[in-house]
């Protein structure tokens, strides 16, 4: 069976796993304690790819 990563640029300096994010909200994600902030420029594609999971 192939394991499948999926990671997803939310700031500029930063691109997340996401199975790792604990929570998200309109501003950022939580993974491992730490907040990520989600840019306006990577927002819509987060909202859909998280929130929607269409991933």
């Known amino acids: 069976m192939q394991t499948v990563v999926l990671n997803l640029q939310v700031h500029h300096s930063f691109i997340v796993n996401i199975s790792k994010i604990t929570q998200i909200t309109q501003?950022?994600?939580?993974?491992?304690?730490?907040?990520?902030p989600i840019v306006d420029s990577y927002r819509e594609e987060v909202r859909e790819k998280v929130i929607k999971g269409s991933c």
């Open 27 to 36: 501003e950022d994600v939580l993974i491992n304690g730490e907040h990520i």
